[in-house]
């Protein structure tokens, strides 16, 4: 199984800052990766997919990048209302496999 | 427009077994895999599986293929999960999630199905 280290497990950003959440995977995933928000009570909502593209209604001021098996999200000057669960999920094979999630509070 | 409508929330008793609904619409069901995914309260998300509806063809983690059976029925457009032996472990919300193919991810998902063990 390809496992999906994700850090940080929480971080408090303000609205000047630039946000980044990484996930290392444990091999190869050819860049099927995608990052999700979600929000108390509500299903996740696809942000980034293809390791660098922005899903459709999405702000752009998130973006994905890629180093090595390092992927990352950056969330340029965030909003309040960016604050949520934040995951990524790599579908490169089955089990699909998830990280374990970062806490996003935005001050 | 796409939508997922899952069924309502359950209490199941623990060695019984309950079966959650995933509606699909806006869409040709038997075009994309739907997969299912556990959240634990207060936890992150897990992968249970996936059910390809026109094949009838599925695909679980190993820690789920003795809990969760995936079908579908294809006149209704509606995916299920069935989950059995019922513990306290399975007590969690149940979201279904249709894969759009190529890339692969989630675009869509359910509201989420809230399942309650409890004797």
């Known amino acids: 199984d390809i496992q999906m280290t994700q850090s940080p497990a929480s971080l408090s950003a303000s609205l000047e800052e630039i946000v980044t959440i990484t996930c290392k995977a444990s091999?190869?995933?050819?860049?099927?990766l995608s990052w999700y928000q979600q929000k108390p009570g509500k299903s996740p909502q696809l942000l980034i997919y293809?390791?660098?593209s922005l899903a459709d209604g999405v702000p752009s001021r998130f973006s994905g990048s890629r180093s090595g098996t390092q992927y990352s999200l950056k969330i340029s000057r965030p909003q309040v209302d960016d604050s949520g669960i934040y995951y990524c999920?790599?579908?490169?094979?089955?089990?699909?496999?998830f990280g374990s999630g970062t806490k996003l509070e935005i001050k | 427009e796409v939508q997922l409508q899952q069924s309502g929330p359950e209490v199941g008793r623990p060695g019984s077994s309950v079966k959650i609904s995933c509606k699909a619409s806006?869409?040709?069901?038997?075009?994309?895999?739907m997969n299912w995914v556990k959240q634990s309260p207060g936890q992150g998300l897990e992968w249970i599986g996936w059910?390809?509806?026109?094949?009838?063809?599925?695909d679980y983690a190993e820690k789920f293929k003795k809990k969760a059976t995936l079908t579908a029925d294809t006149s209704s457009s509606t995916a299920y999960i069935q989950l059995s032996s019922l513990t306290s472990e399975d007590t969690a919300t149940y979201f279904c999630?249709?894969?759009?193919?190529?890339?692969?991810?989630?675009?869509?998902w359910g509201q989420g199905v809230m399942v309650t063990v409890s004797s």
């Open positions: 999630a249709r894969l759009f193919s190529g890339p692969r991810y989630f675009d869509y």
């Open positions: 806006g869409y040709t069901f038997t075009d994309y895999v």
């Open positions: 999920l790599q579908s490169y094979s089955t089990p699909l496999t």
């Open positions: 091999q190869g995933i050819d860049d099927y």
């Open positions: 293809d390791a660098t």
């Open positions: 059910i390809d509806p026109e094949y009838g063809s599925t």
